[in-house]
């Protein structure tokens, strides 16, 4: 359904400049860490944190780089591929660029950083994946922009569910746990926790290991059954499972870039 034509990741404190933006295709941006500054139509965008920027074609726009301090970001630059493809999305049909704050911060950023890796390993099919992540990506902000902003008291849950999972992620946690949590029902809690997410509670849970196991795995001395019944996996074939869909790759891998075995 698109065109990618690249994808890359940019971090640190860049110098102080002022960086134009290509205006020949869509760019979306994403800021993972910290805020960035954006030029256009004659105004200054600041994104943060979880916010995602769009510009359409045809919109001249700028990062005002080394203004916002440390940060994090990803940028996709994109078009579709007929103008068919785009008069499906409403988002892609918009002449004015749309700045949104998701609630759903862990699937967009899932789905950008296996566009990443994809992007940069160049395995065999790997534009037709880019292409097939990106428009569940545009799918999945279009619905959300759809519905417009949440109820307060819907946030207010969303987030007291999340801090419980934060604290207890290593063990076996229920939409009964949720539903108590907030005072609602189990099958309130659970319907409420994947419309503002887009993952069920199983799905969460285990990224959010995922994501411990790949900084244990390279940064601590830990063998994978020791990370495996670390995060709550008592059988460590299906721990090796689970993180080889999320991530993408086997812990082996890790490991070895962790020992220097899997570096030239």
Same mark, same amino acid.
């Given at each position: 359904m698109f065109h990618i034509f690249e994808i890359s990741q940019d971090r640190g404190i860049p110098a102080r400049e002022r960086r134009p933006i290509g205006s020949d295709c869509y760019t979306l +941006?994403?800021? !993972?860490?910290? #805020?960035?500054?954006?030029?256009? /139509?004659?105004? =200054?965008?600041?994104? /943060? *944190?979880?916010? $995602? $920027?769009? =510009?359409?074609a045809g919109v001249p726009a700028a990062e005002l780089r080394g203004a916002g301090g440390i940060r994090e970001s990803i940028t996709v630059r994109f078009s579709p591929a007929s103008s068919g493809a785009a008069g499906l999305l409403p988002l892609l049909a918009r002449r004015e660029p749309l700045r949104w704050m998701t609630h759903m911060p862990e699937l967009l950023l899932d789905k950008l950083l296996q566009l990443a890796e994809h992007w940069s390993e160049r395995d065999p099919y790997f534009s037709v994946m880019c292409g097939?992540?990106?428009?569940? $990506? +545009?799918?999945?902000?279009?619905?959300?922009?759809?519905e417009g902003e949440q109820a307060p008291s819907s +946030?207010? &849950?969303?987030? !007291?569910? *999340? &801090?419980? =999972?934060?604290? #207890?992620? !290593?063990? &076996? =946690?229920? *939409?009964v746990e949720l539903g108590a949590c907030i005072g609602v029902s189990p099958n309130y809690a659970a319907a409420l926790f994947r419309k503002m997410t887009g993952l069920t509670i199983s799905e969460y849970v285990h990224l959010k290991r995922m994501k411990t196991a790949q900084y244990m795995l390279l940064h601590s001395q830990l063998s994978v059954q020791d990370i495996s019944e670390h995060l709550g996996y008592s059988d460590p074939s299906y721990f090796n499972r689970v993180f080889k869909r999320i991530v993408g790759k086997l812990p082996s891998v890790l490991l070895a870039e962790r020992d220097g075995t899997g570096r030239e």
């Amino acid at each position: 359904m698109f065109h990618i034509f690249e994808i890359s990741q940019d971090r640190g404190i860049p110098a102080r400049e002022r960086r134009p933006i290509g205006s020949d295709c869509y760019t979306l +941006i994403w800021v !993972r860490f910290g #805020q960035c500054n954006y030029e256009y /139509r004659g105004s =200054i965008a600041l994104c /943060r *944190k979880n916010e $995602l $920027l769009l =510009i359409p074609a045809g919109v001249p726009a700028a990062e005002l780089r080394g203004a916002g301090g440390i940060r994090e970001s990803i940028t996709v630059r994109f078009s579709p591929a007929s103008s068919g493809a785009a008069g499906l999305l409403p988002l892609l049909a918009r002449r004015e660029p749309l700045r949104w704050m998701t609630h759903m911060p862990e699937l967009l950023l899932d789905k950008l950083l296996q566009l990443a890796e994809h992007w940069s390993e160049r395995d065999p099919y790997f534009s037709v994946m880019c292409g097939a992540l990106l428009t569940e $990506l +545009i799918v999945t902000v279009n619905r959300e922009v759809d519905e417009g902003e949440q109820a307060p008291s819907s +946030i207010r &849950h969303i987030e !007291r569910m *999340k &801090h419980y =999972i934060e604290d #207890q992620y !290593r063990s &076996h =946690i229920t *939409k009964v746990e949720l539903g108590a949590c907030i005072g609602v029902s189990p099958n309130y809690a659970a319907a409420l926790f994947r419309k503002m997410t887009g993952l069920t509670i199983s799905e969460y849970v285990h990224l959010k290991r995922m994501k411990t196991a790949q900084y244990m795995l390279l940064h601590s001395q830990l063998s994978v059954q020791d990370i495996s019944e670390h995060l709550g996996y008592s059988d460590p074939s299906y721990f090796n499972r689970v993180f080889k869909r999320i991530v993408g790759k086997l812990p082996s891998v890790l490991l070895a870039e962790r020992d220097g075995t899997g570096r030239e």
